[in-house]
């Protein structure tokens, strides 16, 4: 079902400090931040030939990764993105495999102007994972 790896998403408490980071330290290509106020996180990717590393800094009030960042303050990954070619198909599996899909189970556009999908980390080997569909 799952294709290839979109990218890791690494929760960050200071942006500037991972652009620094992977732009100056490992010499990566950054692009510039962009605000997701719809998914409360501001964004930047880092470009690999393989993949892609996003790392995501809270935005506004309610961030969704406020509270991981509570428990992680130095920041650390937060999620994986696996591409999938249908991405209802690949929900309603999911769903009959006993799998908990995160909200109400409807995709929402995400930072790729793609639909996504969560799925519960506890199950899938306790990470939190994101179905985008390419
Ligand atoms: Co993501």
Redesign the pocket.
């Given at each position: 079902m799952i294709g290839r790896l979109n990218?890791v998403?690494i929760a960050v408490p200071d942006l500037e400090a991972g652009v620094k980071t992977y732009a100056g330290v490992l010499g990566a290509r950054v692009s510039a931040p962009q605000a997701l106020p719809e998914h409360g996180v501001t964004v930047v990717f880092v470009e690999l030939p393989n993949t892609k590393i996003?790392l995501l800094e809270p935005l506004g009030g309610n961030s969704p990764i406020a509270a991981f960042l509570e428990r992680n303050k130095a920041g650390g990954i937060h999620?994986l993105?696996y591409e999938v070619d249908d991405i209802l198909a690949a929900r309603d599996q999911l769903k009959a495999e006993g799998a908990r899909v995160l909200g109400d189970g409807t995709p929402k556009i995400?930072?790729h102007g793609k639909p996504?999908l969560f799925l519960h980390p506890k199950d899938f080997c306790g990470t939190l994972t994101?179905l985008e569909q390419v």
């Open positions: 990218h998403a996003e999620h993105c995400g930072a996504v994101e």
